[in-house]
């Protein structure tokens, strides 16, 4: 009797390891209960991330359905105020509050009522959500629009003689590589606006003329650029380059650009100046000709009257007006004519 009790006693208790499986499996159900939750949520309201290069136009789409009566798009930067765009069947009517020009809808909003935003800018990244109301229930899709920068490619040479290859202003922040293959050092520098620049430089492994080639890498397009660059006197050490921010190190760089400006726009005045007062001499030179030629010309005219036979007659003509007799009228002007008729 005593030992039956004990086994029934025995059969009513349960072993720390089928506990163990009994709480496994609970477990298992109630993460499958929370990840279906989960996925039935997510299709309804429809979380989508977009990534957009600047100046590109996106279309946003919102959940299609039928007998639509209502649809709202509910535009909210990460700069500047939100705005609206609605649409109510019942009165065929569509409205807007404070969104731009280029944002509108891309086709009838009661057949498919997706978002266009023509020439994406930095100031339309945030969260689009798009809210449909028709017969069969509510419906929403939400999108998270990131906008692309591409960065601007430099590269030139430092003071040194070493590439440096800049991508400036980008985002998200480029990658830079260079070919051929060596030892570089990077730096990055972010921006108030969110962009990024990111700057190389390359170390040469010799002291020879290097040519080099600095390959810019980002999602919104990759570009490329080769230099050669010699060895230079001064040397700036790497440690040097990276604690110099970007202001500074331009400085160095511009600072040299002028003196080497300076010398070859003071060589171009001296030059204009040569080629004035040559220019100017010159003028003074044909001006005196010219003269010398009047004043010969005149002269020699001048020897011919007063030499040849006509040069006679014509002094004997005067002297024959001088003397003339008082109450004849006197001529005041003689001509060729009257020369002739003398003769």
């Known amino acids: 009797m005593g030992s039956s009790q004990e086994a029934g006693w025995c059969k009513k208790l349960t072993s720390p390891t089928n506990a163990r499986a009994n709480l496994k499996v609970i477990r298992k159900t109630v993460y499958t209960a929370v990840l279906l939750t989960i996925t039935v949520v997510t299709g309804a309201t429809g979380n989508n991330e977009v990534l957009v290069t600047v100046g590109n136009s996106s279309v946003l789409t919102c959940s299609p359905k039928t007998n639509i009566t209502m649809v709202t798009w509910k535009i909210n930067p990460k700069a500047g105020g939100s705005c609206t765009l609605g649409y109510r069947a019942d009165l065929n009517k569509t409205d807007r509050t404070n969104c731009s020009d280029n944002m509108n809808w891309k ?82 520098e972010g921006h108030v606006d969110g962009t990024v620049t990111v700057v190389s430089m390359f170390t040469a492994s010799s002291t020879n003329m290097t040519y080099t080639t600095c390959i810019v890498s980002h999602p919104a397009g990759n570009q490329s650029k080769s230099i050669a660059c010699g060895p230079s006197r001064e040397v700036i050490n790497v440690v040097d380059f990276l604690s110099v921010n970007k202001a500074e190190w331009k400085g160095r760089i511009i600072q040299k650009f002028m003196m080497h400006k300076d010398v070859n726009e003071n060589f171009t005045w001296f030059t204009h100046c040569v080629i004035s007062v040559a220019s100017l001499l010159g003028l ?38 001088v003397n003339e007799k008082p109450g004849q009228a006197k001529l005041h002007s003689i001509t060729p004519y009257a020369i002739a008729s003398y003769h």
């Open 107 to 188: 086709f009838r909003p009661d057949r498919d009522p997706a978002l266009e935003i023509r020439q994406v800018g930095r100031a339309h990244e945030g969260i689009y959500t798009c809210e449909v109301a028709a017969k069969e229930g509510n419906f929403g899709k939400t999108h998270h629009l990131t906008v692309q920068v591409p960065p601007r490619l430099t590269l030139y040479c430092a003071g040194h003689g070493s590439p440096v290859c800049e991508a400036v202003a980008g985002k998200p922040p480029a990658q830079i590589s260079w070919v051929p293959q060596n030892n570089s050092t990077s730096r990055e």
């Open 284 to 321: 003074l030179f044909l001006f005196a000709v010219l003269h010398l030629y009047i004043f010969c010309h005149s002269r020699y005219v001048w020897d011919r009257i007063h030499t040849t036979p006509f040069a006679q007659s014509w002094r004997s003509l005067e002297g024959l007006l």
